[in-house]
Every structure is written in C-alpha cells, then in structure tokens.
C-alpha cells in the first residue's frame, strides 16, 4: 500500500483494485502529506487517476474535495449505496466517470444533479461515456442533456421506468436493457436521429414508436423480450438497418414495408405469435432468420395472384444468401419434421427441388457483385469483411469504403495488387492476402496501414521481397510468406519487425536459417518446414518465448544439445522427415533426450 502510494505522488495514477479494501484509506484523501515524509512539495503531482474497483468500499468521503484535478473515477465492483456531493462540487477537471457500475446506487438524481451544474457556462464539455449499469436507479435527471459530448450511455439493468427527453445527446450507442421501461416516447426517439445503436431488451415495452422510422442512421435494434404487439410501418425508415433482434414478443404479424430495409441481414423473430411471413419480405437478402416457436403451421400458398409458387420456396430461393434458417418449434405440416430440423442447406436444396425449372434458374447462385455488396453490410457492425474464394482479379471498392474495418479476407482469389485506395482502412488490423497472383511486394499500401499486426502473403507468386519491406509494417506480430518463390531479404531485414510473434516460411527455399531471425525475442512460433535446411544454428537457445517449432521435411542430421534449454516454454517441436541419426524410430521426450521435460519431439527416421 505505502509503495503504491509514494508511486502515485510523483504519476499522478494510484491504483487500488482488488485489495478488499472495506473504505478508502485517509492516505489517498490526502495526496500532498507525501512532502512530510522528506518529499519536497513542490515534487508532488495532483492525482488524476483513481481506480478503487473490485474491493468491498460503501462509502466515499467528501475529502474526495481534497483531489482537484482528478479526471479518472471508477469505484466499478463495490458497495456503495450513494455518491459524495464532492464529485460535483470541487471536481472542475472531472471528464468521466468509468463504470460507476455493480453496486446498489439507490440515488443518483442528487449526484447527476450536482455533476452537471457544477460548470455553470459549459457543464461537462468532455464526458463522451457514461456507464451506470447494474445499480438500482429509478430515473436519470433532466439534467444530463447538459452534457453535450455524450455519444454512449449504459443505463442496462437498473429500475429505470421512464427515459428522460434530454437523453438525446447520445449519438452512438444506448444501452437500455434489463429495466422497467413501458414505453419509448415519440420525443426520445425522434432527439436520436444520429443513433447507430439502440437496445431496448428485457424490459417492458408493448410498442415501437413511429417515430422509429426517423432514425434513419440505425444499424443495429435489440427489442427482443419485451411486450411488443407490432411493428410500425414506419420501421421502413431505418434504411441503414443491419441487424434487428425483436424475438421474445407478442407479434401475430409482420408489416410489409419490412421488406424495404435493403440493408437488413439478421432478422430474430424467434418465438413469437406468427402464423405467417410476408410476401414483401422475400426481397430481404438475410444471411440470418430464425422464425423459431411461433404458430406457422404452414407457409402461404401464392405470393401474388400472377405467381402460383408456394410462399416458402420463394422465400428460401429468393433469399439466396440465407446461411442460417430457423424453423423449429412450429406445427409445420408441409416440411418433413426432420427438414425443419435439420441443417439449412438441405432445406434449401429440398425448396429449390419444387420450383419448376425456369423459377430455379431465377434463383440460382447469387452473383459475386451481390455477395461483396452482403459482405460489406455485415461488415458494418462486425467491423471485418470477407472475400475469400471468390475468385476476384481486383480488391472491391467496398472493401475501401471505411475506416473502421479491422479484418480483412481476400485470400484464395486472382488478385494482382492491392489498390492504393485500401489505405483508406486505416483500423486495418488482420490482412489475409493468401493464395492469390500477387507478384509485386505491396509497400507502398502496408505502409499507410499503421495498426497492422498480422499479414498473411503464403502462396503468392511474389517476384522480389526489398531489403526495406518490413520497415513498412513494425506493428506486425503475425507474418506468413509461406510458399514465396522470391528470395527473403538480407540480414537484417527481420530486425525491422520487433513485435513479432508468429512467422511462417514453409516452403521458401532456405538452406540456412536467417541470423535476424534468432534477434526476434518475443517469438513464439517458427515453422520452418519444408526446406532444404541442413543445420541448426545454436542461437535458437536465445528463443525464450517459443511454444512452437516446426522443423519438419528439411535434411537435418544432427540436433544441438542447446535445444534443451528452451525447456521453460517449448511445447511443440516437430521433427519428422529429416535423416536423424541420433534419435530412435519412435515419439520421444525432451526429459529423456535433453533432460527438457514435457516437450514432444515427432522424429522420423529414413
């Protein structure tokens, strides 16, 4: 404790999670007694970082007054059944409060109240976040309108009955689970027009506003187990809809201007009332759909009077990007019970085997332009876009269309080169580039990629790797070049690459392993299989982080006594098809070859 103490008089940070600590020690209230000690005073830096988590705290004191400058409060994971007066009193650099969450806060309005107004010209210009979540709230005060940077609120299972108006400042996202609410008010929704996020579930609620349909910037709705007994027209409105989860309600029918969110990918309506599925609904394309328990007896017989198909071909064959389909826990008559049942894909194939030949060729396999175009919807909440075999020769432009795509697949395609536009992912984090056709290293893209961490380039015809090319990509900790026909840069191109924690170069036509390699201190796993390698060199004892080495298909004879030392953290060594002659024909231990217990050598011998 007094460790932690001295460490926060000079970095202005002190944590104290997970002490069980039953109050806050007076020490803490009392930051700059640290100059009696033998400090100097003017040494001392204001603590601005509280953390106080995890611990069995009910009570904060109003000497919190004595810390100024604090900016960071989380008291997340106590006992404490109200807040100091002092949090908004004499706390003006106060900017968020960080989880103010799982303890029995029975009254909040007070210390809202006080927080808001304790700037009278600006209040709280910089609180972006705000987490009351699993305490005992009944209502949020008027007053938190105030707070006019607010993007996310987690107001998720407390006693919450109603929502205030000025709630409207949230622009992202609105955590309102788990609480008593009956209603939205048409004013709440209609002040959230910039709202991406909204989760209503586990509540009350009987109805959706009309006023739903102007929250034209909706991606994702959760109003599942509620009291909901329709759905607006208006729902035609949420045009960037991605996802809407309203299963676990009262609905006994669908509108039909639900088929007009073009963007709509996942549709829950498990266990519901439904006897049937819109016809409008079937321009839908939903990867997702689970009609589960409702009351479908069967599907409707036409979908218009010029087309006699049955209604459930229509939906299953014209939906064709439809990977998961949930019917179970309906008194289907039509479809075989072990149809209903079983995997989606025999369900579509049985659907499609109904349709009279011209129909099938309508519905046949979507098109590769239709399939990116549901990639990239999907990519919007998930933040990650795949492509892979899809046999594409060029990068889609919906692949750089957001800043905020983490993932990227494009491998076993015919793709030449990477687009200059692709750096407009700037949050790019995963790129699988594998089996394609590229010939040319893409530095002049990796390098626009700053948050880069893995890439995978195995199986590309590439031509040259430049001495420089990893100087691009410092972030990675994950590089694949597998299967690379070009010769590996210099000596010390691995040098540039300092993070690195997986490398794969099966396939690449060494005959010695690179020196930089073994400078690569926080590796842990090396695959080097299948190359022409005669040796091992004896600084692989240097490896004190490898869990995995594959050294397999290569023309070892002999292993170095130094392996044995990577005994702390080796736990896969892979020998098989080398011409080892010092090991006999059978799977043998570390502990009884180089007294390295638990490590599993695979050996065999010609």
Same mark, same amino acid.
């Not at 009278?120 to 309108?145: Q, Y």
């Not at 036509?509 to 090396?526: F, N, T, W």
């Given at each position: 404790?007094?460790?932690?103490?001295?460490?926060?008089?000079?970095?202005?940070?002190? +944590?104290?999670?997970?002490?069980?600590?039953?109050?806050?020690?007076?020490?803490?209230?009392?930051? $700059?007694?640290?100059?009696?000690?033998?400090? +100097?005073?003017?040494?001392?830096?204001?603590?601005?970082?509280?953390?106080?988590?995890?611990?069995?705290?009910?009570?904060? *004191?109003?000497?919190?007054?004595?810390?100024?400058?604090?900016?960071?409060?989380?008291?997340?994971?106590?006992?404490?059944?109200?807040?100091?007066?002092?949090?908004?009193?004499? @706390?003006?650099? !106060?900017? !968020?409060?960080?989880?103010?969450?799982?303890?029995?806060?029975?009254?909040?309005?007070?210390?809202?109240?006080?927080?808001?107004? $304790?700037?009278?010209?600006?209040?709280?210009?910089?609180?972006?976040?705000?987490?009351?979540?699993?305490?005992?709230?009944? +209502?949020?005060?008027?007053?938190?309108?105030?707070?006019?940077?607010?993007?996310?609120?987690?107001?998720?299972?407390?006693?919450?009955?109603?929502?205030?108006?000025?709630?409207?400042?949230?622009?992202?996202?609105?955590? /309102?689970?788990?609480?008593?609410?009956?209603?939205?008010?048409?004013?709440?929704?209609?002040?959230?027009?910039?709202?991406?996020?909204?989760?209503?579930?586990?509540?009350?609620?009987?109805?959706?506003?009309?006023?739903?349909?102007?929250?034209?910037?909706?991606?994702?709705?959760?109003?599942?187990?509620?009291?909901?007994?329709?759905?607006?027209?208006?729902? *035609?409105?949420?045009?960037?809809?991605?996802?809407?989860?309203?299963?676990?309600?009262?609905?006994?029918?669908?509108?039909?201007?639900?088929?007009?969110?073009?963007?709509?990918?996942?549709?829950?309506?498990?266990?519901?009332?439904? %006897?049937?599925?819109?016809?409008?609904?079937?321009?839908?394309?939903?990867?997702?759909?689970?009609?589960?328990?409702?009351?479908?007896?069967?599907?409707?017989?036409?979908?218009?009077?010029?087309?006699?198909?049955?209604?459930?071909?229509?939906?299953?064959?014209?939906?064709?990007?439809?990977?998961?389909?949930?019917?179970?826990?309906?008194?289907?008559?039509?479809?075989?019970?072990?149809?209903?049942?079983?995997? %989606?894909?025999?369900?579509?194939?049985?659907?499609?085997?109904?349709?009279?030949? =011209?129909?099938?060729?309508?519905?046949?396999?979507?098109?590769?332009?239709?399939?990116?175009?549901?990639?990239?919807?999907?990519?919007? %909440?998930?933040?990650?876009?795949?492509?892979?075999?899809?046999?594409?020769?060029?990068?889609?432009?919906?692949?750089?269309?957001?800043?905020?795509?983490?993932?990227?697949?494009?491998?076993?395609?015919?793709?030449?080169?990477?687009?200059? &536009?692709?750096?407009?992912?700037?949050?790019?984090?995963?790129?699988?580039?594998?089996?394609?056709?590229?010939?040319?290293?893409?530095?002049?893209?990796?390098?626009?990629?700053?948050?880069?961490?893995?890439?995978?380039?195995?199986?590309?015809?590439?031509?040259?790797?430049?001495?420089?090319?990893?100087?691009?990509?410092?972030?990675?900790?994950?590089?694949?070049?597998?299967?690379?026909? =070009?010769? @590996?840069?210099?000596?010390?191109?691995? &040098?540039?690459?300092?993070?690195?924690?997986?490398?794969?170069?099966?396939?690449?036509?060494?005959?010695?392993?690179?020196?930089?390699? !073994?400078?690569?201190?926080?590796?842990?796993?090396?695959?080097?299989?299948?190359?022409?390698?005669?040796?091992?060199?004896?600084?692989?004892?240097?490896?004190?982080?490898?869990?995995? !080495?594959?050294?397999?298909?290569?023309?070892?004879?002999?292993?170095?006594?130094?392996?044995? /030392?990577?005994?702390?953290? #080796?736990?896969?060594?892979?020998?098989?098809?080398?011409? #080892?002659?010092? /090991?006999?024909?059978?799977?043998?231990?570390?502990?009884?070859?180089?007294?390295?217990?638990?490590?599993?050598?695979?050996?065999?011998?010609?």
């Amino acid at each position: 404790m007094d460790r932690a103490l001295k460490a926060a008089r000079t970095s202005g940070s002190l +944590n104290l999670s997970n002490r069980s600590l039953r109050e806050v020690p007076n020490e803490v209230y009392q930051n $700059f007694d640290g100059a009696s000690e033998g400090g +100097n005073w003017w040494e001392i830096v204001d603590l601005q970082k509280l953390i106080l988590a995890h611990n069995n705290i009910e009570v904060l *004191k109003e000497d919190l007054r004595n810390l100024p400058l604090l900016t960071v409060l989380n008291v997340s994971h106590n006992r404490l059944t109200q807040l100091p007066a002092a949090i908004g009193g004499k @706390l003006l650099c !106060l900017c !968020l409060i960080d989880s103010v969450r799982f303890y029995a806060i029975s009254e909040l309005t007070l210390f809202l109240f006080s927080l808001f107004l $304790f700037w009278e010209s600006d209040r709280l210009p910089s609180l972006k976040s705000l987490d009351v979540s699993f305490n005992s709230l009944a +209502n949020i005060p008027e007053e938190i309108g105030s707070a006019t940077s607010l993007v996310k609120i987690d107001c998720s299972n407390n006693q919450l009955v109603e929502i205030p108006n000025s709630i409207g400042q949230c622009v992202e996202l609105a955590e /309102l689970k788990g609480n008593k609410l009956t209603e939205l008010s048409d004013p709440v929704i209609s002040s959230w027009s910039k709202l991406t996020e909204l989760n209503a579930s586990k509540n009350l609620l009987n109805g959706i506003p009309e006023s739903i349909g102007r929250l034209s910037r909706l991606i994702r709705l959760d109003m599942h187990q509620n009291k909901i007994l329709s759905i607006p027209t208006s729902i *035609k409105g949420c045009s960037s809809l991605v996802e809407f989860y309203i299963g676990i309600n009262l609905l006994s029918s669908l509108p039909g201007e639900i088929g007009e969110l073009s963007q709509l990918s996942i549709l829950d309506l498990q266990s519901n009332q439904l %006897t049937e599925y819109p016809v409008e609904a079937c321009k839908l394309h939903l990867s997702v759909l689970d009609l589960s328990n409702n009351s479908l007896s069967g599907l409707p017989a036409e979908i218009g009077a010029a087309s006699q198909l049955h209604f459930c071909i229509a939906v299953y064959c014209l939906m064709t990007t439809l990977r998961k389909l949930v019917l179970i826990g309906n008194p289907m008559r039509t479809i075989r019970s072990t149809l209903v049942s079983g995997p %989606t894909t025999a369900l579509l194939k049985y659907l499609r085997s109904r349709l009279p030949s =011209a129909q099938e060729a309508e519905v046949s396999t979507p098109t590769k332009d239709n399939m990116v175009a549901m990639a990239a919807r999907l990519s919007l %909440t998930s933040k990650e876009i795949s492509l892979g075999g899809m046999d594409l020769t060029s990068v889609p432009l919906e692949v750089c269309s957001s800043n905020e795509i983490t993932k990227v697949d494009l491998s076993r395609n015919s793709i030449e080169e990477l687009p200059v &536009a692709l750096s407009a992912c700037s949050s790019l984090e995963v790129l699988l580039l594998s089996k394609n056709k590229i010939k040319d290293w893409p530095g002049e893209v990796l390098k626009l990629l700053p948050n880069l961490t893995c890439l995978r380039l195995d199986n590309n015809p590439l031509r040259q790797i430049p001495m420089n090319s990893f100087e691009a990509v410092p972030g990675l900790q994950i590089l694949d070049l597998s299967g690379c026909v =070009a010769s @590996l840069p210099g000596s010390s191109a691995f &040098a540039s690459l300092p993070h690195l924690e997986e490398l794969y170069l099966r396939r690449v036509q060494l005959h010695e392993v690179p020196s930089d390699i !073994l400078k690569l201190q926080k590796l842990q796993i090396l695959d080097l299989s299948q190359n022409s390698l005669c040796s091992i060199p004896e600084g692989f004892q240097n490896f004190s982080s490898l869990t995995e !080495l594959d050294l397999s298909d290569n023309n070892i004879t002999s292993l170095p006594p130094e392996l044995g /030392l990577l005994e702390p953290s #080796l736990q896969v060594l892979r020998l098989d098809g080398n011409p #080892l002659r010092r /090991l006999t024909l059978r799977v043998v231990h570390f502990s009884s070859v180089y007294k390295c217990c638990g490590v599993t050598i695979l050996a065999r011998l010609d």
